[in-house]
């Protein structure tokens, strides 16, 4: 599970331009660039992406193929349960 998530935050940052070429761009750079359409965003979230996973405990790697919505169903569902994990309080103990 946190080889899937170390490899989705890879490829997110991937895909985003790095801030010093985005600064050394001049004042152009720094105009606020428009949203793409609702259909393009649409595709984009459909489209599949493999991860190579190893289990626990084994040296085998999967192949796991999955659209970017699901990767990122999967990313949040992964932060919700470490931040009730962290969150949670311990019983009180029995006297």
Sequence with gaps: MLVALSVLLLVATADSPPAAAASSA?????????????GETKKNLDKV????????????????????????????ASQEKVRETQTRTAPAPAE
Aim: glycine share 4%; net charge positive.
């Design 49 to 76: 992406v493999c991860h190579m996973e190893a289990d626990t405990g084994s040296r085998f790697v999967k192949k796991r193929c999955q659209t970017l919505r699901e990767w990122e169903k999967l990313r949040k």
């Design 26 to 38: 001049g004042p152009a750079a720094s105009a606020p660039v428009a949203s793409p359409a609702e």
